[in-house]
């Protein structure tokens, strides 16, 4: 089955600590996108990759970092320097090139939260 | 600057027709999309709309696009209880395939 996962779904860790959270995707896709939600504020997104070994900041990436060193994993690190780490993150790919119909597809979603 | 608002509460009853509506800011938006978020889940793409349609109907979705207005909107006929979810309006911004999600409209579906 070709999808995008997530891993684990809920973690939790103490304020001051770093987690890096997983994202795998077997669609061979060449984009990924990390994706922040919170309660009536929709998705933010925090980074977005186009290619392996490139990555682009988002609206809100302070506090987070990413690496893309393979096609098919994004992970990202939530530092002690995001102020407000407690969320639910969301990790999502799209093929890219000439097709103007991106659809991203999305994983199942991480809940942080940080105690 | 890209902006996509969506009224944040929507409850019907089942069987009746539900309207999601959407403004968006960006007019040079190419795709339009609806994404559907289950509890606790990740969103799917419930249909997508290009720019130069005004219409588009998918089963029992229906997508109506005021390009001069910059409205959209998503009607479901016939709703179910298992339509309960927040849905999500984007559109993709120009020049790349990022995409700027509204709010979400969290709809409820009653017996």
């Known amino acids: 089955d070709g999808g995008i996962t997530q891993s684990p779904k809920y973690l939790f860790r103490k304020e001051g600590q770093n987690v890096t959270l997983s994202c795998e995707q077997n669609l061979n896709h060449d984009a990924m996108y990390w994706y922040r939600q919170d309660p009536g504020q929709g998705l933010r997104l925090i980074y977005y990759?186009?290619?392996?070994?490139?990555?682009q900041k988002g609206d809100i990436a302070e506090g987070y970092s990413v690496s893309r060193e393979k096609k098919e994993s994004f992970p990202l690190t939530v530092t002690s320097a995001q102020k407000n780490p407690t969320a639910f993150y969301l990790c999502a790919s799209s093929a890219s090139g000439l097709n103007l119909y991106n659809e991203q597809f999305f994983g199942p979603g991480t809940r942080l939260t940080v105690l | 600057g890209e902006d996509v608002e969506q009224s944040l509460f929507l409850s019907v009853r089942e069987g009746d027709s539900s309207v999601i509506n959407c403004t968006y800011t960006d007019s040079s938006s190419t795709y339009l999309y609806w994404y559907k978020q289950e509890p606790g889940a990740g969103l799917q793409l419930l249909t997508y709309?290009?720019?130069?349609?005004d219409m588009k109907q998918d089963q029992r979705l229906t997508v109506l696009l005021n390009k001069k207005d910059k409205h959209l909107s998503l009607r479901i006929a016939d709703t179910q209880t298992g339509d309960s979810a927040i849905y999500f309006c984007?559109?993709?911004?120009?020049?790349?395939?990022?995409?700027?999600f509204g709010t979400g409209t969290r709809l409820l579906v009653s017996p």
């Open positions: 984007a559109e993709m911004a120009a020049g790349f395939q990022k995409l700027v």
């Open positions: 990759s186009q290619i392996v070994n490139d990555f």
């Open positions: 709309i290009f720019s130069n349609m």
